[in-house]
């Protein structure tokens, strides 16, 4: 049995040094906390009447000026793409023009490529033989790392109010981080983000439209990744399979459930040796609407019971069957919808450094201490914020973040209620880089 979550979307990039004192002279108070077009003012502050230069690099030992990066007192704009800046993952920091031994701790800054990866294999329209499928695409100059989406339907690309692209209609059935350009399908994630997600891949079988899609993504987990993309690739898988398609009995399309225990039940299917039970919650975060899964489970029975009540949330559901042989090919049902009716609380975690100052996506795993589903990794936005509905109990929240001493608290969620935790993470001493003064 596998228990998923449902949640879609850091790598700060710190390293040892042995100075310690003398460290975070400069304080910026205003950070970008996510990505940066090449095109848009990237504006930096900082707290002290100092005049500063701007310096990066690929990593805290590497560190240049950038010409033309320079301002204050406390404060700089620039544009990117005006000073040569190219796209990447950048570590940076603030370094006072009157004496330089003042500077600031390493930060981030994250410049998003105007370029998408393009989709090599399959292509578009492309019918692949049964099996397994390598997924390959373009790399892009500067880009770390890939985030790569499939589904088992339409994935719809459209414009929100602001004219931003969002993700609409998309059932994503796996998904990986990797800073590879190639991945096989149903391969454990190489960033660990979606392993427990993904949970045992759905099998590839003929008859649905698959689809899929490449982001750029700037720190090996989903919150930074680009929502520039460069269409969506579809194809089909060859052939048929000598099993019918298993149909769905119970509970019925649009049925709104309560019970602590849901039982599924579908037809038998000749031939099949085993049956792959799938579902997923129905979601909509920050526009981009579509079904997540959240659990699985292979079994040779033609009936599963859910404990649901520990493991669902208030929300809508999505579940199919596939009837598969001995090889593993096979078909896969309709899908059928329902909604979950059951008491839940809701839990908003701020992560913060020493400062009080927003610390942005920090990833955090969330483990029921009531032995109620497995842990849920989950990462804080640019504004050090998460929130979602759980069901009530006590959760333990464990906190890591590259450059700074993990944090851990225990919260109690309650029924109909707000639970709000901060978690404070200061920078770890053997990550701290200044100039050791008297």
């Keep these: 049995m596998t228990r998923r979550h449902a949640t879609l979307f850091f790598i700060a990039l710190l390293a040892p040094c042995a100075a310690l004192a003398g460290v975070g002279d400069v304080h910026p108070t205003q950070i970008p906390g996510g990505l940066t077009a090449l095109g848009d003012t990237l504006s930096l502050r900082w707290a002290e009447p100092l005049d500063c230069q701007l310096e990066l690099g690929p990593t805290p030992e590497n560190l240049l000026p950038l010409d033309g990066a320079a301002g204050?007192?406390?404060?700089?704009?620039?544009?990117?793409?005006?000073?040569?800046?190219?796209?990447?993952?950048?570590?940076?920091?603030?370094?006072?023009?009157?004496?330089?031994?003042?500077?600031?701790?390493?930060?981030?800054?994250?410049?998003?490529a105007d370029q998408a990866p393009l989709m090599l294999s399959p292509a578009n329209g492309d019918t692949v033989p049964g099996g397994g499928v390598t997924l390959r695409w373009e790399p892009v100059l500067g880009v770390p790392y890939y985030h790569v989406l499939f589904s088992d339907q339409e994935i719809l690309i459209e414009e929100d109010e602001n004219g931003d692209p969002v993700i609409a209609g998309a059932a994503i059935v796996w998904q990986a981080i990797t800073p590879s350009t190639s991945i096989a399908y149903g391969d454990v994630d190489p960033s660990g983000f979606f392993t427990g997600m993904n949970g045992n891949a759905a099998p590839l079988v003929p008859g649905p439209t698959y689809n899929w899609l490449v982001l750029n993504n700037y720190g090996n987990n989903p919150a930074l990744s680009s929502?520039?993309?460069?269409?969506?690739?579809?194809?089909?898988?060859?052939?048929?399979?000598?099993?019918?398609?298993?149909?769905?009995?119970?509970?019925?399309?649009?049925?709104?459930?309560?019970?602590?225990?849901?039982?599924?039940?579908?037809?038998?299917?000749?031939?099949?040796?085993?049956?792959?039970?799938?579902?997923?919650?129905?979601?909509?975060?920050?526009?981009?609407?579509?079904?997540?899964?959240?659990?699985?489970?292979?079994?040779?029975?033609?009936?599963?019971?859910?404990?649901?009540?520990?493991?669902?949330?208030?929300?809508?559901?999505?579940?199919?069957?596939?009837?598969?042989?001995?090889s593993g090919q096979g078909t896969a049902s309709a899908p059928r919808e329902f909604v979950y009716v059951v008491a839940s609380g809701r839990l908003k975690i701020r992560t913060r450094d020493d400062n009080g100052d927003v610390l942005a996506y920090v990833q955090v795993l969330l483990t029921p201490l009531g032995g109620g589903g497995s842990a849920l990794p989950v990462v804080t936005g640019s504004s050090g914020g998460w929130d979602d509905d759980l069901s009530p109990g006590a959760y333990l929240l464990e906190a890591s973040f590259d450059g700074h001493e993990d944090a851990s608290a225990q919260a109690e969620v309650i029924e109909d209620s707000l639970r709000t935790v901060t978690l404070v993470l200061p920078p770890s001493p053997a990550t701290l880089a200044g100039t050791v003064r008297d």
């Design 72 to 112: 204050g007192p406390g404060a700089l704009d620039f544009v990117p793409d005006s000073l040569g800046l190219t796209p990447g993952a950048w570590t940076a920091r603030l370094v006072s023009l009157v004496n330089a031994a003042d500077t600031s701790l390493p930060f981030p800054l994250f410049i998003e």
């Design 227 to 326: 929502t520039r993309q460069a269409g969506v690739s579809a194809f089909n898988v060859d052939g048929g399979s000598a099993l019918d398609a298993p149909v769905l009995l119970a509970p019925a399309e649009g049925d709104t459930l309560q019970s602590d225990s849901v039982v599924f039940n579908w037809s038998a299917v000749d031939g099949a040796s085993h049956y792959q039970f799938v579902l997923s919650r129905i979601v909509d975060e920050d526009g981009n609407e579509g079904a997540v899964g959240v659990f699985d489970q292979v079994t040779g029975q033609t009936s599963l019971e859910l404990p649901a009540s520990s493991l669902l949330v208030d929300s809508r559901y999505r579940w199919k069957v596939y009837a598969l042989d001995e």
